[in-house]
């Protein structure tokens, strides 16, 4: 299909008809930063911010919400609860719809999970292109995460005084066309288009040291590496690394009894695998006692597990791990430490060395 364009005049009335029609959910301004929140008004709504504080998951896995509700009496009676609305959620970055696309492999690979997948199949996706890195701590092109190859219903792409509009699916084409602004675009649009992709790509300058494909094998390698250590020295276990993550989907599972002992709910809320308590099993045992070792699952998952798994990277570059950590722990920085130190002359050759000697 080709390509359309909307001016950005005309904007506010393409995003003021969806409103009336369902929820509409995008990036607003909120004490200086940003964040995603349903928009009351086309004036709300910033699609010129830079990265929000919690990505748009919060929408398909809330951070608390009820999966099933019981009444207890001599019988148990119980029914699953499953909310879930019809909403547009706007100017999403590449990055947090490449890390949707990996939720949606995750909760519905092997065990299908209803209550992820009906808030996902109710939400439309609109993305937006980012022309330029978010700030110093975006990654994003290292990753493989800087372009998008599906995942989304319309995507937006900034020209300057108009945008030029993708379609991704027949629910974001059929969107479009009840909108009388939405016209094809001229080869002087899609000229602008090309400048603009040509143009963005020099500005992520941020990267790995080795190709992202090449992480699943240096983590391998570099298993007992000191590194993980002297990050869990660092490391304060507060897991905001983990809750602010696009990627992240462990959860706990908890009963909130009602105050007159009859009825209850069961929830799921976010977890962290940096937290203390989240290894601990039957007998008080503790698998992931020490620190690094957390910190070590948890860049092992972003880089090698999930890569495994969906074949996907586990972690988008989307930085937001970087500006939340007390301590500043950058995956891009431990990456390439763990590169250095487990390539010729670093730590691997040393131990290979140390071990041949004691032999």
Not at 7 to 33: C, L, N, Q, W, Y
Request: hydrophobic content about 35%.
């Amino acid at each position: 299909m080709p390509f359309k364009v909307i001016s950005k005049k005309d904007m506010a009335s393409f995003v003021t008809s969806i409103m009336k029609e369902r929820e509409v959910v995008g990036p607003v301004a909120k004490d200086g930063k940003f964040a995603f929140s349903p928009i009351g008004d086309y004036s709300q709504l910033r699609l010129d911010y830079n990265i929000t504080l919690l990505p748009p998951k919060k929408y398909f896995l809330p951070q608390e919400e009820p999966i099933l509700k019981y009444k207890l009496g001599e019988a148990v009676q119980s029914e699953p609860v499953i909310e879930a609305k019809p909403r547009v959620i706007m100017g999403v970055h590449p990055c947090d719809i490449n890390a949707t696309w990996l939720l949606d492999l995750a909760f519905s690979t092997d065990n299908l999970d209803t209550n992820y997948m009906e808030k996902r199949k109710k939400a439309i996706i609109v993305g937006l292109d980012c022309n330029e890195p978010c700030d110093e701590h975006s990654f994003c092109k290292s990753m493989g995460s800087l372009a998008v190859e599906g995942g989304y219903d319309l995507f937006l792409t900034d020209i300057g005084d108009a945008y030029v509009v993708d379609y991704g699916s027949p629910v974001g084409m059929e969107l479009l066309s009840r909108h009388p602004g939405a016209r094809e675009a001229t080869e002087a649009d899609m000229s602008r288009f090309r400048a603009v992709q040509d143009a963005k790509w020099p500005k992520f300058t941020y990267k790995l040291e080795m190709n992202v494909s090449d992480l699943p094998n240096l983590l391998a390698i570099g298993y007992d590496n000191p590194l993980w250590e002297e990050l869990g020295k660092k490391c304060l276990a507060c897991g905001a690394c983990t809750l602010v993550c696009p990627t992240c989907y462990c959860f706990d599972v908890v009963d909130r009894l009602a105050l007159n002992l009859k009825e209850g709910q069961r929830l799921r809320r976010w977890d962290s695998c940096q937290l203390p308590e989240f290894a601990t099993v039957a007998g008080g045992e503790n698998f992931r006692k020490a620190r690094g070792d957390r910190q070590r699952h948890r860049f092992f998952r972003k880089g090698k597990y999930l890569t495994e798994m969906f074949g996907k990277m586990g972690c988008v570059g989307c930085g937001r791990c970087v500006r939340s950590c007390l301590v500043h722990i950058d995956p891009i920085e431990v990456y390439n430490t763990l590169k250095r130190t487990c390539t010729p002359g670093g730590w691997a050759q040393r131990e290979v060395a140390a071990y041949q000697q004691e032999s």
